[in-house]
Each structure stands twice: as C-alpha cells, then as structure tokens.
C-alpha cells in the first residue's frame, strides 16, 4: 500500500523566516518546541510582554505531532469519564471537562481576537457503540449523570449507513485546520517580539536562577523560566517518561460528497477506538475529507502498518457510502497518561522554573492550550485553580494497576537483548526495508535503501537503551520503550532521545 507520510494538513511552512540559533542569548522565557503546546505558550507569554524565544529542533515549526492531528477540539475525555472519575473521582473528572472546554473557547478566542482564518467551527460530539456492544457506553452513560455533565441521549449517529445507536450527544466541541491557526500564532509570537529559532536541537535544561538551555550546537540560552513542550517528556532530569505511554495511530482522509454526513466529531467505544471528522476539502471547500483515525498500538510493537490502514478504510466504507480517493495516510504518537490527564506544570526532578506540557492522552490540541494557559500563570507565579489537577507530580493511586501493567509491558521490551535478530545476516533484507541482526553481543539496525545501498547502525536507542525495531509502513526504527523514533537512515525524529542512532562501531 502507499501512504504519504504527509497528513492533510499540508501547508506552506509556517515559519517562513525562522533560522537556527547562533550564539548565546538571554530571555525572560525558553520554550523548548515548537508545536501547539509551545506556540501558544509563547503567544500568551508574549502578549503579557515577556521576552520569549521558541527553540524547534525540526526546520518548521508545528512539524511534528501537531501536523498529524486529527484536530478533534473536544471537552469529553478520550479515556473517558467514568475512567477519570474511578481513578481521581468526581470533582476531578468535573474540573477535567471545564479545563478542556475552557481550552476549546480559548482556541476561538484567540481566532476572533487575531481574526484567523482556519475554519474553526464548534459542532456537536457523539460517542457511539463500536463492536464492544453496548456496555461501555451504558457505564458512560452512568458516569455522565452522576458528574452533571451535558449530554443528550439520541437514538442513532448520524451515519449514513451502519448507524448504531442509541449514542450520546455532546454538545459544544470545536474543530479547525491546526496549521492555518499555528501559521497565524507564530506570525503574531513575531510581531510581538518573540523569536523562533527552527533547526534548533536541545540537548539540556538546567533549572536556576537563570536556568540555561543548552542547544546541540553547544549555544546557550539564559531564561527566568523554560518550559519544556516537547510532546514525550524530553529528559530534563525528571522521570516523566516512566507516568507516560508511547502509541502509534493511525488516519487517512477520504474525499466525500459535501453533506454525506454533519460535520461532528465522532468516536466509538471500542479500545482502541474509531475516531472521525470532516475537513473541508479542494479548492473551493467542493467537497469534505472524512478523516478517519484509529488502530492505536504501543510505539514499535506492531509492524502491520498496511494492514491498519486497511482496516481503517475497510471501517469507514462499511459506514460512509460514496467514499472517494484517500490521498492522505499517516500515523503518529500520541503519549497516555494512567489517568487520561496531561502532565503540566513544573518539571519534577527538572530544577528551579523548568515546566512542562506533556502526556497528551490523544487531546494534544486542548491539552496543548490549556496547558500553555496553565503554565504561563506558574510562571508568573498566578495562582490557578488546575495546577494540582494537572500536576505532573501527582500520586495516582487509583491509576496503580494501569501504571503496572504499562512497567511491566516496559520491562518486557529489554528482553530483545537476548533475543536472535530479525533475520540471520544483512544479506536477507531486500531493497526498501530494514531489519535488526546480531552481532555478538549487541545488535544492529540494519536499512538497504532502494539503491540497494546498505545503511548499519547499532540498535541501541539513545534515550535508555532499549533496542529499535524497524516499522516497515513508515520506514523508520521506532523504540518500544518510550517512543524515540529514528528515521531508516538513524536521524532522530522523535525523543524523549537527543541524538541519532550511532553507526555500527
Ligand atoms: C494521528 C493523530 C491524531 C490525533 N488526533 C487528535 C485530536 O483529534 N485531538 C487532539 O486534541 N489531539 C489529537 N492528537 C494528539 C495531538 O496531535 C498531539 O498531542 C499534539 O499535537 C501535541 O502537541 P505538542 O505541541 O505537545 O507536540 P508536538 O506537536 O510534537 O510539538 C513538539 C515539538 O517539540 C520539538 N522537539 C522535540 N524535542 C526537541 C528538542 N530536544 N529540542 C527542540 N525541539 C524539540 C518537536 O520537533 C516538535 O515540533 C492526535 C495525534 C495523532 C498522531
Ligand atoms: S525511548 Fe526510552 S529507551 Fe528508547
């Protein structure tokens, strides 16, 4: 099957004139990525009249997770409500759905304010039964009275085929085009001042007063506060990565006649679920993109990426009569938390002023705002009524077993030490793919491009030490422990590693 690696976001490079940092500087405020999470960090940090620069390892910014969204801006919990009520109960739960649609407002607010055009629409949720029958949604259901949430039962989704019901109405979601919205916030981060340094690596965060940042270029950026929004939680002296969980998932975007269906967001109740939305297409919005995601697995632990597309497409046919060409295909990593909630606040273990924003849970864009509105009162030292909500040193008890069952999935991943390769020897890997072999004691991470030129790494992810394995539908070697990714040539594309898989030594 091909795929295009790019989403259907496609998008003039929203940077434009941002260039790699040369030399040392000195600002009131370091945000470390340049996605939704640290733009808008930035834009709200700037409006206030802080001094802020974005450091963004990619050469645009937005490049990342933020431009293989789905862009689903809802308020009910992914991991569902029921789930955050059992594990940090009912008031929890309540301030959980409050911050995230506090976070869809604030997207239209900045759209209003900064008159950006990005097709932002609030449009109704619906969470219907997937092939798990009827049972999740009855507990949700449950839940959802209890909590005093708003919600309407109604007899069917409004599919046009294969239409189960009954389903739960929420209203009041949002949608956009993320990088039409994050094009708009990175001009205004610049014409208020800030700057954004693309191409930009950072190796280290040291906490203090100053704190220093340090780039792989051996720059150094003094800063009052840095807030790190790299998406995994990039080492900066914390355990994070150990509270958080590494998925792959994957969508594609088909084209539809406008008005096959309403423009909402959908999700079923199966695990992993389905989730669905329309994006107006072709050059004058002629028709819609039913975008359609789902088939999440932990990060290098499946590499049936074609088949996943597959069931994808196999899915929405079954539901959506008329659907056209899929010209978009493309996964990406989303990082649960044991409660479903992100992780924002000051960096445990990090230093002095060193935040965070990660754990998106699969809800990056309204974890990402609210984060970005939480973190910039911590570093004004505001009070804000979410910071123990969302503190990333919270004790979950409630969450105990999921967090053991994620340790142990971990702990089982280094026993491919002592595991034979892939396949026996280099030779055996035709053109176009990857595979990991033996040799002696250690293994490597062997790619023949379709030149049939042979390209030998070691194995051994640079974050802690696990071993990659190769993901045969996006050609890259992906680490099942955290979710470093690294591209067939070894080129870090994804942390909580730093640097590139080393050559075979
Ligand atoms: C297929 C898919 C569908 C999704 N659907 C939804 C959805 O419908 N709704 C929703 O809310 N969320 C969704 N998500 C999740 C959401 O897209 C992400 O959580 C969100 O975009 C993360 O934003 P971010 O700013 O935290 O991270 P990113 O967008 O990944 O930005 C982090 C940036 O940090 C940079 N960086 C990393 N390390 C360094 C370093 N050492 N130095 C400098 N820069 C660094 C990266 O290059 C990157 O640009 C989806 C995700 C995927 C993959
Ligand atoms: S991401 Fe942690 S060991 Fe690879």
């Excluded at 142990?408 to 026996?424: E, F, H, S």
């Amino acid at each position: 099957m091909t795929h295009s690696t790019t989403s259907v976001w496609e998008y003039p490079d929203p940077t434009r004139s941002a260039t790699p940092l040369a030399g040392n500087s000195r600002y009131d405020v370091c945000v470390v990525g340049g996605g939704i999470a640290g733009l808008t960090t930035a834009y709200l940090l700037a409006r206030e009249g802080k001094s802020v620069v974005v450091l963004e390892s990619k050469p645009a910014v937005a490049g990342a997770e933020t431009a293989a969204t789905t862009a689903h801006l809802a308020w009910v919990i992914d991991d569902r409500f029921a789930h955050v009520e059992s594990v940090r109960g009912a008031d929890a739960a309540r301030a959980a759905a409050a911050s995230h649609r506090a976070a869809v407002d604030l997207i239209g607010e900045i759209v209003r304010r900064e008159g950006i055009d990005c097709d932002y629409k609030r449009v109704d949720g619906y969470l219907f039964p997937g092939a798990d029958g009827p049972d999740t949604l009855a507990k949700e259901e449950d839940a959802l009275c209890r909590l005093g949430l708003p919600f309407e039962k109604v007899d069917r989704v409004p599919f046009p085929r294969r239409a189960p019901g009954p389903a739960l109405r929420f209203p009041d979601q949002g949608q956009f085009h993320p990088l039409k919205y994050l094009t708009e916030i990175a001009g205004r981060i610049r014409k208020l001042g800030g700057v954004i340094h693309t191409d930009t690596l950072v190796t280290k965060v040291r906490g203090g007063s100053p704190c220093e940042v340090e780039t792989k270029a051996r720059n150094v950026v003094a800063a009052g506060a840095v807030v790190v929004a790299t998406n995994a939680p990039f080492a900066v002296g914390t355990t994070l990565h150990a509270k958080v969980a590494a998925y792959l998932t994957y969508a594609l975007a088909a084209e539809v006649p406008r008005g096959t269906l309403p423009y909402a967001l959908y999700w079923d109740t199966e695990d992993p679920y389905h989730y669905v939305r329309l994006q107006p297409g072709g050059p004058d919005a002629s028709f819609d993109y039913l975008i359609v995601g789902g088939e999440d697995h932990k990060t290098g632990q499946a590499a049936d990426t074609d088949a996943r597309w597959g069931r994808l497409e196999a899915w929405a046919k079954e539901r959506v009569p008329g659907l056209g060409k899929i010209p978009y295909r493309w996964s990406g990593q989303v990082f649960e938390t044991p409660d479903g909630l992100g992780l924002i606040g000051l960096a445990p273990g990090g230093g002095d002023n060193v935040y965070v924003i990660t754990g998106d849970s699969g809800m990056g864009m309204t974890h990402g705002t609210l984060g970005a509105r939480l973190v910039a009162d911590l570093v004004q030292h505001r009070p804000n009524p979410l910071a123990g909500l969302y503190s990333p040193s919270r004790w979950m008890p409630g969450a105990a077993a999921t967090l053991f069952q994620e340790n142990l999935n971990l702990a089982a991943q280094y026993a491919d030490w002592l595991t034979g390769g892939d396949v026996k020897s280099a030779d055996q890997i035709p053109p176009g793919h990857g595979a990991v072999v033996r040799s002696g004691l250690t293994k490597l991470a062997v790619y023949k491009d379709n030149r049939g030129k042979t390209h030998t790494l070691s194995a051994v992810c640079r974050h802690m030490g696990c071993l990659v394995r190769w993901n045969p539908g996006e050609q890259t070697w992906d680490c099942p422990c955290h979710g470093s990714r690294y591209s067939a040539e070894g080129k870090l594309m994804h942390g909580p590693a730093t640097s590139d898989l080393k050559p075979a030594g």
